[in-house]
């Protein structure tokens, strides 16, 4: 997948790792004017902030 932020990194020889939900394909009001913090799901995303990190430290072991 190149159509996200991290291009711009792989562009300027970074490594970069996308995680998405494919909300774009779900959410009619992804990047747009509706797209607004209330409506936001905190407490899932924060679990996929832990699922991610752990298998990141699982990886670099």
């Known amino acids: ?3 996200s932020d991290h291009l711009n990194y792989w ?3 970074y ?7 494919t909300a ?3 959410y009619d009001a992804y990047h ?3 797209d607004t913090p209330d ?4 407490a899932r995303m924060a679990e996929v902030v ?3 990190y752990g298998a990141i430290v ?3 072991q």
């Open 11 to 13: 562009n300027n020889g």
């Open 50 to 52: 832990k699922g991610a």
């Open 39 to 42: 409506q936001l799901d905190y």
């Open 32 to 34: 747009a004017d509706a």
């Open 24 to 26: 774009f394909y779900r």
């Open 58 to 60: 699982k990886f670099a």
């Open 15 to 21: 490594a970069a790792v996308m995680i998405t939900d």
């Open 1 to 3: 997948m190149d159509f």
